[in-house]
């Protein structure tokens, strides 16, 4: 059955549309009686009274239903206008109108006024729109916001200078309007935002072309200078990173980087044109675990006022530069180590006297906590006092010293450079000596070259004070100034007292500048120091291999003993005297030692009694495994061509002769008709030595040298 008022199915079952309450056309069925039996007669009003009824019954039924159908219908639109708010951000302004809109719909459909549902309906839908209208605008300025903070916070870094406080404000600003969803306040505010947006870039863009330009400059001004690699790095390195940085939108970097150039380019040129100019440092102290101390000589000792903030200090390691961070100047005022050398050869007598004068002197000008040594310029080399602060000591013991023997000059100076290598921060040598040298003669004497090499290699001056009249100044002169010292000669007593405050000054005086460094101590790298300071006309300017392996070496001297002689076979360090001296008069200990230095470099040990004896030595100390097939001259050539090992295999060499010409001496003062025969067998059993040619050749060395002193 089809409705005739909505044309809805309707089934034959019900009397009402379910969809719109109509009555549907109902005919009921004919009853038996009326279809056998006669019709009867019926009365006009009765029926037409119960029609009547029935029409009414029937009408107020059906407006009922139609009623509950249309609550319920409208009850369903409340309940989504209800839930409306929750695929909004906000209701914002419309907060009020939505609260009072579904509590008169919620009343209306409490009473069952249907005929307002349709008004109510249109309203919700109405509101729902403008609300929806409202989000999706303020959506778009949120949108704008973020891209807006996108841009200037995340995809670029920008330089805010005056601007900040601005670009805050109107963040902030749009920040309250977009969380109180007000439209017209997010228009104004997100215009506010993107002019000052506008203008931080723009300022930026320009101020970064302008860096760029003059970083150019920069670099095609200092292209003819005579430039260290360093300042190629820095110049070449930054203005690459300036390019860089404009590409990647880092405007700040870009300021950084382009404000480390200037700064540096103008401390740079402050240097160049400063009237003192420090371009190395003397010494170099890497004895602490991630420390390095530079010493560095003021040429007129003024007192500075250094501010540590201003030293720029680069070190290369790897093939990578890394900034390190200065941490002390100060002047060292006397902290420093010096090792005392005096001449007290045969050649010396008629000066004798006054050099222990002059070297009192010198003792007593030094300040209380500088570090003092005493050695000595003989037939062999002698340290008479280790490092200490004790001056009575020091000067007791010089005014002990006696004069005879011969001038092992450069072997003396050599040692002392040797043993003063292994001291603490500043350290120099100080000689006084007629400068004649009268080698050993047991064939493996030092010359001035040889002075010279330990002395730069260990970064430690000689100052060298010629005494008397007949003295070699030239070659005194030229080891003094390739080492960094000095040297004075034709002084009297009375000016040597001047010339060791000269000595003093330059090394008493340096400053010590500190700082961190990622190095390990023990491996060499290239250092880079730069400091100007206009006010004091001064400027440093640095770079130079720092050799901290060759210092790290000096330090260890005390890790060799006798205990183990395959340490002393080693071509990293120097042998130090203290380093030989821990090898005590054991001859055969020391003559050990030099065969090691054989046997390592494929020397071949002969048939011999003593060959055979030494070979079986060396195979038991696990030196080799086997003879080998060089003769003595190869393999002494094979020696040479190492600096270090050669130099430590002379020092072997003399140590011996030391040890024999110490022992000889003593039994020919107590035998002074002693011939040589009887000397070359007591030396030999005081040794234990069996094979009374073994030793032959230095104790005739020996023999001839005493004999010459004397």
């Known amino acids: 059955m089809v409705c005739r008022n909505c044309g809805s199915d309707i089934p034959d079952t019900v009397k009402f549309c379910p969809k719109c309450g109509t009555m549907a056309a109902y005919t009921p069925p004919e009853t038996a009686s009326e279809s056998v039996e006669p019709k009867k007669k019926r009365s006009i009003a009765g029926p037409i009274i119960l029609t009547l009824v029935s029409l009414l019954v029937v009408g107020a039924a059906g407006a009922a239903v139609y009623g509950a159908v249309k609550t319920n219908e409208f009850r369903g639109v409340i309940a989504e206008f209800e839930k409306m708010p929750e695929g909004f951000g906000s209701l914002g302004k419309y907060q009020k109108d939505y609260e009072a809109l579904l509590e008169d719909s919620q009343d209306a459909a409490s009473h069952f006024q249907f005929w307002k549902y349709e008004e109510a309906a249109a309203s919700m839908d109405s509101l729902t729109a403008e609300i929806d209208s409202m989000n999706a605008a303020v959506a778009t300025y949120r949108d704008q916001y973020d891209n807006i903070v996108k841009e200037i916070e995340t995809d670029g870094k920008y330089v805010m200078d005056d601007y900040d406080e601005d670009y805050q404000s109107a963040k902030k600003a749009l920040e309250e309007s977009l969380q109180e969803f007000d439209e017209q306040a997010c228009k104004s505010n997100t215009a506010d935002l993107k002019e000052i947006r506008d203008k931080i870039v723009a300022g930026n863009v320009e101020k970064a072309s302008e860096y760029i330009e003059k970083a150019q400059d920069i670099k095609n001004l200092f292209a003819g200078y005579h430039m260290h690699p360093f300042e190629e790095y820095m110049i070449e390195g930054l203005t690459a990173d300036i390019e860089a940085d404009r590409s990647a939108l880092d405007y700040v970097k870009l300021q950084d980087d382009y404000t480390a150039l200037s700064d540096w380019a103008e401390k740079f040129s402050s240097v160049t044109y400063s009237r003192e100019q420090i371009e190395k440092y003397v010494q170099a102290d890497v004895s602490g ?69 002059a070297i009192e002197g010198f003792i007593d000008g030094t300040y209380s906590d500088t570090v003092l040594g005493l050695s000595t310029i003989g037939s062999i080399y002698e340290r008479h006092q280790e490092f200490t602060t004790d001056k009575d000591e020091l000067i007791n013991t010089v005014w002990g010293l006696e004069c005879y023997g011969l001038t092992s000059l450069y ?32 064939g493996y004497d030092y010359d001035a070259q040889d002075v010279i090499d330990v002395s730069l290699y260990y970064q430690v001056p000689v100052y060298i004070i010629g005494i008397g009249s007949y003295v070699d100044s030239a070659e005194l002169r030229n080891i003094a100034e390739a080492t960094g010292g000095a040297y004075y000669a034709n002084k009297t007593v009375y000016d040597l007292k001047d010339v060791y405050m000269d000595i003093y000054e330059a090394q008493g005086r340096m400053y010590e500048l500190s700082y961190k460094t990622q190095v390990p101590n023990d491996k060499n790298r290239d250092v880079y120091v730069l400091y ?34 395959g340490a002393y076979y080693t071509g990293s360090k120097y042998l130090s005297s203290d380093d030989l ?37 060396m195979i038991d100390l696990g030196v080799i495994t086997e003879n080998g097939t060089l003769d003595g001259d190869t393999v002494t050539e094979v020696l040479r061509a190492d600096p270090v090992l050669w130099q430590n295999f002379s020092a072997l060499y003399n140590y011996r002769y030391e040890i024999v010409y110490t022992t000889a001496l003593e039994i020919y003062r107590n035998n002074p008709n002693i011939s040589y025969n009887e000397l070359r067998s007591l030396i030999n059993q005081h040794y234990g030595e069996e094979n009374e040619t073994r030793f032959q050749g230095v104790i005739s060395t020996a023999w001839k040298n005493i004999l010459a002193s004397q």
Not at 534 to 549: C, D, F, H, M
């Open 289 to 357: 675990q991630d420390e390095v101390k530079l010493y560095i000589n003021s040429y007129d000792y003024q007192k500075y006022d250094f501010k540590l903030e201003d030293f720029i200090i680069y070190e290369k390691y790897n093939e990578k530069w890394n900034e390190c961070l200065a941490e002390d100047i100060t002047q060292i005022e006397g902290m420093l180590s010096m090792d005392i050398v005096a001449d007290i050869s045969g050649s010396m007598r008629y000066e004798f006297y006054d050099m222990q004068l």
């Open 532 to 565: 100007a300071d206009p006010t004091q006309n001064l400027g440093i300017r640095i770079e130079s291999e720092l050799n901290a392996e060759a210092l790290q070496t000096a330090y260890a001297s005390s890790g060799l003993d006798a205990s183990n002689l």
């Open 411 to 442: 072997q003396s100076l050599y040692s002392s450079v040797v043993y003063t290598a292994s001291a603490e921060g500043a350290r120099c040598v100080v000689a006084f000596t007629d400068g004649h040298n009268e080698p050993y003669g047991a």
């Open 581 to 617: 001296a821990k090898l005590g008069d054991d001859l055969t200990a020391v003559q050990t030692v030099i065969n090691i230095y054989y046997a390592k470099n494929d020397y071949s040990f002969g048939d011999s009694e003593n060959g055979q004896k030494q070979l079986a030595k």
